[in-house]
T-cell receptor, first 110, second 119 residues
Framework: QKEVEQDPGPLSVPEGAIVSLNCTYS??????FMWYRQYSRKGPELLMY????GNKEDGRFTAQVDKSSKYISLFIRDSQPSDSATYLC??????????FGKGTLLTVNP | GAVVSQHPSRVICKSGTSVKIECRSL??????MFWYRQFPKQSLMLMAT?????????EQGVEKDKFLINHASLTLSTLTVTSAHPEDSSFYIC???????????????FGNGTRLTVT
């Protein structure tokens, strides 16, 4: 079993839809959880960073962490074509090494 | 927010030559930087950890003599791919934690990557 599982998609939604992206993990030592957005041929851009169970909201983005289920989610409200990108979940324990999901390719159609 | 700058954005070189990639933290100091490699449609894989003023730490399976890392200052780390071969063609990305000395609870910020093509 891989440490971090993420459905690679592709996921295609109409503009304005609510998008739900998810990752599961097996390592109970993971404490810090991040979501990155990566446009083609660019480096990952940090979207959300959290270290506790529950929800964290930032604009149209909401990150959700459920440590008991080892499950994290990213919700995008009112999705825009500019949100089309690959979304990577990442997590780590008390050391610095990030473990990434494979990324989900999202396309928001106008 | 924190910005990490990486240069060049793409490079094409001949087999056997060496290529240097620079990673700079623009508005913060970074005692530690990380180098990742990403193959097409794959996730990021950590190659090595660059430590200012000391030797880099390499992940298992990464040849330290092939991927030379130098972290000469608090804002600059370089990765040199020596004697490059076509199988070294990949997307190389550097990153740095946002806060100096607090790497264990700081998010990582990434550069825009360098696409290396070895012919």
């Amino acid at each position: 079993q891989k440490e971090v599982e993420q459905d690679p998609g592709p996921l295609s939604v109409p503009e304005g839809a609510i998008v739900s992206l998810n990752c599961t993990y097996s390592n109970s030592a993971f404490q810090y959880f991040m979501w990155y957005r990566q446009y083609s041929r660019k480096g990952p851009e940090l979207l959300m960073y959290t270290y506790s169970s529950g929800n964290k909201e930032d604009g149209r983005f909401t990150a959700q962490v459920d440590k008991s289920s080892k499950y994290i989610s990213l919700f995008i409200r009112d999705s825009q074509p500019s949100d089309s990108a690959t979304y990577l979940c990442a997590m780590r324990s008390s050391n610095y090494k990030l473990t990434f999901g494979k990324g989900t390719l999202l396309t928001v159609n106008p | 927010g924190a910005v990490v700058s990486q240069h060049p954005s793409r490079v094409i070189c001949k087999s056997g030559t060496s290529v240097k990639i620079e990673c700079r933290s623009l508005d913060f100091q970074a005692t530690t930087m990380f180098w990742y490699r990403q193959f097409p449609k794959q996730s990021l894989m950590l190659m090595a950890t660059s430590n200012e003023g000391s030797k880099a730490t390499y992940e298992q399976g990464v040849e330290k003599d092939k991927f030379l890392i130098n972290h000469a200052s608090l804002t600059l780390s370089t990765l040199t791919v020596t004697s490059a071969h076509p199988e070294d063609s990949s997307f190389y990305i550097c990153s740095a934690p946002e806060a100096r000395g607090l790497i264990y609870n700081s998010p990582l910020h990434f550069g825009n990557g360098t696409r290396l093509t070895v012919t």
